[in-house]
Structures are given as C-alpha cells and as structure tokens.
C-alpha cells in the first residue's frame, strides 16, 4: 500500500492523540493492527498468531511489541520509536511485553483500547504485564481524531471514488440476461483492479439480483440475470488506504411496475439525505430526510438499516448516520447515504453516494448516473 505523501503528518497525529489522552484521563493508549494503527504511524502489521502492539504514553516514544521478522519495517520513521521484539517461540513472548509495560510505565493506569480491534491474545499479554493496570474503551479517543478527514484524505477517498466509477463503467457492457452474481462480481473486481484500486479492496462486492436484491448484504451465488430482475451493485475500491463504498441498483428488461415505483421513492430519498447534510445539524437529521420520504410512501417497514456510515480507512466508522444520532456534523466528514427498499421475496433497491461536509455545506463525491439505468441484452 503506498504511504501517504507527508511523513511529518504522523507526530502531528501522535501530538493530538496524546492531547485527547490527557481529555480523557488516560494515561496510556495500546492498538493492534488496524487503520487506527496505521492512521497514527504510518506503519502496516497483519492481524496474526503472533501478537503486535503499538502503545501511545505523553513521555514515551512510540512502543512497539513485534516479532523480530517485523524490525525492518521500523526502520527510518520521522518519529522516535523503541521496539521490543520475540522469537518465533512463544515462551519469548511474555518478556516482550513485561519490558515493554516497564518502559512506557503502565503498571497501575488506565490504559486506553480500541475495543472492536484489541484480541483477548493481546489482552491477555498486557493484563500480565501490567496487573494492576484498568483497560478501557477509548472508542471516543479515536474517533474524535479520525472523524475529520483532512485535505490529503479527502482528496484519496475522492480518488477512491473516480476509480470505482470508472470500473463500475468498464464492467457495464458486459452485463447480460444469463450471467451469474458471482460472474459479475468477479469481473467488477477485476475492473476495480484494472481502474487503479489497491489491492486489498475495500470489501468484495455484492451482486445480487431477483429477489436476493432484498438482502442488502448479500452474497453474490450462481444465480443468474433474468429478465424483470432488479439488480444491485455495492462495490467500492481503495486508494492509499482510503475507501470508496457506492450502490446502484439496475433493471433486467422490464421490470414490474412496483419495482419502477419503489426504486423512484429510493431515488427521491436518497436526494433528501443528500441535501440535508450539512455543517452543524446532527449526523439524525440526515436520516431523518431520508427515512421520511420512504415512511410517506407507505415502505417504512421495508427500509431496513441507517441511511449511512462513515468512510475513510475503514469502510464503518464514525459518523454513523442514525436518526437518533445527536453528533454535530462538521467539515470533513465523510459518510454514506444509502437509504433502500427491501420486498422480501421480490426484491430490492438501493442508491448509496458518498458525502463530505464543506464548510457551506455538502458534496457528493460521487455522481456516477443515478438514474434507472436498463440492461436489454
């Protein structure tokens, strides 16, 4: 994955995670492999047998526990680092972390995690290390630094965007009455690959058409396009790390008037959540637009998730757009707005943009025709 072009970025990151930290009364923050980890070094760990951490104090470098394979990718950073690195044998692990707990002096403090990434093997290392050490979600922490995506970010999810656009529109004409989900989602993957993406995409796009388009998370099967389906395509592609998360949903033919119907309902919803968002409403209001224009036309029970969620490094994160979400939405937010329809058995629609809030209000990043578009052949 290519690394951002300003290296410098990562101390000015580290600077306002240690500031968030001293908000908060942490005194410590530990991360394994993630965007999160990525975000505030620049460094890239899998997620694996052997355990890494990264921890974050106010008077201590970057600490990293690694295995001694990963050394060489701690060479050269624009920060100060101190590395404590095990063997391949397991009994060496412990030592590691025991030194590490030592000199970042955690023993006894409220340590910070990232709840939906830290791994109980982790854990379970550091509770050794550091007894008598409380370790708490520093959820808010971490959102709060990423929420607001600069210049440099928005401008590699704007990228992400324009590649998954251009794939979507190369793989277009190869569509047919007869081809399979997974025919299809394998050939968009390739186009996404082909257009530019990184290579670990964002998530593998869904295809699902007839009445498998009713499960918004489908997994693309053997079915094939036949003619009245809907067909629905959420894909996305990734660029230095950042992602793109779109849909647009398609007719076979002719399709049953109820159909046409519902997806202009969705169309007209996913307009109202588009020009609702802006600075200084809460994240709900967004929803609210949208939910309410499926509500008049009588298909509230069919709408069956939030209107969005944030992108960025990660294709789920803050700000989740829900109507009971009171977070004020502010410049450099980056979310979904994908409000559907769901007919169980019959099937479904959904158009998904991607919005940034500007400092006056909003843009979609993407603009690819949302309009219904026919496939004949």
């Not at 959102?143 to 990228?159: M, V, W």
């Not at 049953?256 to 997806?263: G, H, K, Q, R, T």
């Not at 802006?278 to 998730?305: C, M, N, Q, W």
């Not at 099937?347 to 209000?361: A, C, H, Q, Y």
Request: proline letters at 7%; one cysteine or more; aromatic letters at 8%.
């Amino acid at each position: 994955m290519a690394m951002p072009p300003s290296t410098s970025i990562y101390s000015s990151r580290q600077k306002g995670l240690i500031q968030a930290l001293e908000h908060t009364g942490l005194s410590a923050l530990v991360l394994n492999p993630g965007p999160s980890l990525t975000y505030l070094t620049g460094l890239h760990f899998h997620l694996m047998e052997r355990p890494v951490v990264a921890l974050f104090t106010p008077s201590t470098p970057v600490t990293l526990v690694l295995p001694e394979l990963e050394l060489g990718k701690t060479n050269n950073l624009p920060y100060p680092v101190q590395c404590f690195s095990y063997q391949d044998n397991p009994a060496t692990w412990k030592d590691a972390f025991s030194k590490a707990a030592q000199a970042v002096k955690i023993t006894g403090q409220q340590v910070g995690v990232e709840p939906n990434r830290l791994r109980v093997l982790e854990l379970r290392f550091l509770e050794e290390a550091a007894p008598s050490s409380q370790f708490l979600s520093a959820e808010e922490v971490i959102a709060s630094l990423r929420l607001q995506k600069d210049a440099d970010e928005i401008l590699s999810i704007r990228n992400a965007v324009r590649i998954a656009q251009e794939a979507l529109q190369a793989t277009l004409p190869i569509i047919k009455i007869g081809m399979s989900e997974r025919e299809l989602a394998a050939e968009l993957t390739l186009q996404l690959l082909r257009s530019g993406s990184d290579p670990g995409l964002s998530f593998s796009p869904i295809v699902a058409s007839g009445p498998n388009s009713a499960n918004p998370h489908a997994v693309p099967s053997n079915r094939q396009f036949a003619y009245g389906d809907l067909l629905v395509l959420d894909w996305g592609a990734c660029y230095q790390g950042y992602i793109s998360d779109l849909t647009r949903t398609f007719a076979v033919g002719s399709i049953d008037p109820e159909m046409a119907n519902i997806y202009r309902v969705v169309f007209e919803a996913n307009l109202a959540g588009r020009s609702a968002a802006s600075p200084k409403i809460p994240a709900g209001e967004v929803d609210l637009a949208a939910r309410s224009v499926i509500d008049k036309a009588g298909y509230g029970k069919y709408f069956t998730h939030r209107t969005g969620h944030g992108i960025g490094m990660e294709g789920h994160e803050e700000p989740y757009i829900y109507a009971e979400n009171s977070l004020q939405l502010a410049q450099g937010m980056v979310f979904t707005v994908e409000p559907g329809i769901y007919l169980p058995g019959r099937g479904g629609v959904r158009i998904e943009d991607n919005v940034v809030i500007t400092s006056g209000g909003a843009e979609s990043l993407s603009d690819f025709s949302r309009e219904l578009i026919t496939i004949t052949e």
